[in-house]
């Protein structure tokens, strides 16, 4: 079966975003993954959590999950 490829989009995210758009910013790259056989791990969450609360860069997320994907 041919389906169609997903069209990637860039996401704009301001350094002034706010808690509720940092969750739903979240939310739209987890739903991307409904349907695959991908699913969240512990430290994958975590990492999460913290760009959501204002802890973390979108760049520190990219950094430690890279990191932690080449350490396996």
Known sequence: MNYP???IQSLQVSPLATE???QRLVSAIISF???TPFSLEPH???VLDRFTRGRLTIDEVVYYLEAAAKSR
């Open 44 to 46: 994958q969450q975590h």
């Open 33 to 35: 993954t409904n349907g």
């Open 5 to 7: 490829a997903r069209t």
């Open 20 to 22: 509720q758009t940092r």
